[in-house]
């Protein structure tokens, strides 16, 4: 680690170096394609060296609008932001609602229909469908180029997904929370650094398996930019990324934690080397790379109050 290295948030040193990024599988990563350090001051995950902010924006508007493969019930993060939100502004009127990353407005659709519909996205096929199937008025590409005019003008701001694209997560909670109005509710999900997994895995989550994934948060961020930008944190609900049945999260469970085994070495040998030969684990053997813990509790749905 270069002696020069600092916080990209709080410029803080001593930052922690938690090892190499997970490559995607069948993939050779070196150095160069990051690692993983955890600030000790503000506790933000940060990929060190990450990508150029133009070559960023360009991976960005060539997304796909290819809809995600399960229901919205089963995206833990919507169903729980729409219960919430749906709660909160029960009796209010001309509500008004800004999903930043909005894909094809496929969150904004499940809401209630007299609800003012807003997103922001940079991918063009996706603004398209947005625009014309859900009638998401678009009102920019990204956060941190919107028009001052909208300061102020929303009740609720949601973030699903995106915190962990930003360089200065930081600076994209601040902007976001200047565009609810007073009393407004800014809803955010992420992955969870704090989770078990991430525990047990490390910079070999499969989180980081994405080069686009350039920062993990979790509650002591959070309440490090509460504190910073005078928000107040109303709620941090640990959830799966997708629901499923137990059997699901089980196997999920099993693989993660045989793979972190794997890459411990030690005492951990004698169970790795069980683990496989237990009834229906003969799988495990197979694995190639670290697994996908989509049903597990890894990520988190928080809300701020302006
Ligand atoms: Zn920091």
Request: glycine share 8%; proline share 6%.
């Amino acid at each position: 680690m270069p002696e020069e290295m600092r916080c990209r948030v709080c410029a803080s040193a001593g930052l922690v170096d938690m090892g190499p990024c997970a490559a995607p599988a069948g993939a050779q990563w070196t150095d160069a394609d990051g690692r993983l350090f955890r600030c000790p001051e503000c506790a933000l995950g940060q990929r060190h060296p990450i990508p150029s902010e133009q070559a960023l924006i360009a991976m960005y508007r060539e997304t796909s609008d290819e809809e995600m493969a399960y229901p919205y019930e089963d995206n833990a993060a919507w169903s729980l932001a729409r219960a919430l939100l749906r709660g909160r502004f029960a009796h209010h009127t001309g509500v008004a609602v800004l999903d930043i990353g909005c894909h094809t407005g496929a969150f904004l659709a499940g809401l209630p229909a007299e609800w003012n519909r807003h997103g922001i996205e940079s991918a063009r096929g996706p603004m398209n469908i947005a625009r014309e199937q859900h009638g998401v008025i678009l009102i920019g590409e990204r956060i941190e180029t919107i028009e001052q005019g909208w300061a102020g003008k929303f009740d609720a701001v949601t973030m699903f997904d995106v915190v962990e694209h930003l360089p200065d997560p930081s600076a994209g909670l601040a902007a976001a929370a200047r565009l609810l109005k007073p009393g407004g509710t800014l809803m955010i999900s992420s992955s969870d650094l704090d989770a078990w997994t991430w525990r047990w895995l490390g910079s070999g989550h499969w989180y980081l398996q994405t080069p686009q994934h350039l920062s993990v948060i979790s509650k002591k961020f959070l309440d490090y930019v509460a504190r910073r930008e005078s928000l107040k944190m109303s709620d941090f609900h640990a959830i799966p990324h997708r629901r499923a049945d137990i059997a699901t999260r089980y196997g999920e469970a099993i693989r993660a934690f045989y793979w972190g085994m794997r890459s411990r070495g030690g005492i951990w040998r004698i169970p790795h080397r069980v683990l496989p030969s237990l009834p229906g684990l003969g799988h495990l053997r197979h694995m190639q790379s670290v697994p996908w813990t989509m049903t597990l509790k890894d990520h988190f749905l928080a809300s701020y109050h302006r």
